[in-house]
């Protein structure tokens, strides 16, 4: 069958994935209002009934706004880990549909086998996952403060890989966000700089990837080429052969 995915936006200002198999779609994230949302998936030839199941990754705003308007205009559950549903509940963003989900167990929604895991980033639960079909494998990674061995484990041996490259180390501290945030982004729990990703990319890369996009990058503190330079230097590859998601315009449908 294989594997299609895009982006509706990614970074601090909304993140929305699809992921396609078969004849079941799913949404990662919905970090746009309903409207909007909307719009961003016009773009991609879809419509909200298109989706058939909603997966959070964890509860800040940039990932869940939407989750609510959008699963119940979709009229899909929503699934998530036991602390992001509180959260969200807590907020008053809860979708109606929810199915609480683990870290490490794997699930099948449709056609996708999905196996969710868990990264350390300063929300409740995070969770990121891994997509297949049976043949081929995406791996999906932002909002991390570090890497673990057990996030490189599961990220071994994808054919296509989406990776957070949120800041170059040297824009973040010579900017202008307060020492406070300065501290919270580039910390342990905070989010991947490009030099870290590229040394998990080194670590992951196996003889079936096919495909890599720069993620969750900053407007503020990287740029895409500083981005594409780091995972094409540990790929050796060229820079154009990195794909960059953006957030206003998002990542185009790539099959793998």
Sequence with gaps: ?????????????????????????????CGFAG??????????????????????THEHSDHGRGAMRVARAARCSAY??????????????????????GDRTSFAIGDIQITPYPVPHDAREP?????TDGATRFGMLTDAG???????????????LALECNHDRELLAGGRYPETLKRRIGGPYGHLDNAATADLLRRVRGPRLRQVVAAHL????????LARAALSGALDCSGDW??????EQGLDWRTI
Excluded: Y
Excluded at 242 to 247: E, L, M, R, T
């Design 127 to 131: 969770l990121q996952f891994v997509f």
């Design 146 to 160: 570090h890497v673990t061995a057990h996030m490189q484990a599961v990220l071994a041996d994808c054919d296509a």
């Design 218 to 225: 900053s407007q503020e503190n990287n740029r895409p080429e």
């Design 80 to 101: 998530m880990s036991h602390g992001c549903h509180a959260m969200l509940a807590a907020l008053g963003e809860a979708p109606d549909s929810v199915s609480i989900i």
């Design 242 to 247: 990195i794909g960059v998601a953006d957030q």
């Design 1 to 29: 069958m294989g594997i299609r995915f895009a982006s509706l936006g990614s970074g601090s200002k909304g993140n929305a994935w699809i992921v396609e198999s078969g004849n079941t779609r799913v949404m990662v994230d």
């Design 35 to 56: 409207r909007e949302a909307e719009r961003r998936l016009a773009r991609l030839g879809l419509e909200l009934d298109a989706i058939d199941a909603l997966l959070i």
